[in-house]
């Protein structure tokens, strides 16, 4: 008998648990923890988001003869990655922006006063282990 490997496949999604920038604590209001649910490094979203950066980057290599971008240009392509590999912010919302909205998700990972929050989730989401089925 041989072990079955996909036993150990992972889920599509994760939800970031959402910590304080200042003291590392997970941010809870109205005893729920503030998350994000994000798609994983296994699915076919995040697949495809990272398709399309890839992409840009094929162009502007063919283009110019290299990949040199401004600190813009990267914060501008994390933002479009994350916001396409983001389902839901679970507990919060954003400048008052639709809830739940591709547009709201790329304006907050865009946001530099929000960088802490952009750094989390990029952090947490190409972590694998997060979603594993133990997780």
Do not use: H
């Amino acid at each position: 008998m041989s072990f079955d490997i996909t036993s150990i496949e992972v889920a599509d999604t994760f939800d970031v648990e959402i910590k304080n920038p200042t003291t590392d604590e997970p941010i809870v209001v109205d005893g729920k923890p503030l998350t994000v649910t994000v798609y994983g490094p296994g699915s076919k979203q995040f697949k495809a988001a990272q398709s399309v950066q890839s992409n840009r980057n094929m162009k502007r290599l063919r283009t110019k003869g290299k990949i040199e971008t401004t600190p813009e240009e990267d914060a501008a392509a994390t933002a479009s990655f994350l916001s396409a590999c983001t389902v839901a912010f679970n507990g919060f919302d954003y400048k008052g922006m639709a809830a739940n909205d591709r547009e709201t998700f790329r304006a907050c990972y865009l946001d530099p006063k929000m960088g802490w929050l952009t750094e989390q989730v990029n952090k947490e989401m190409g972590d694998w282990s997060n979603f594993t089925r133990a997780a």
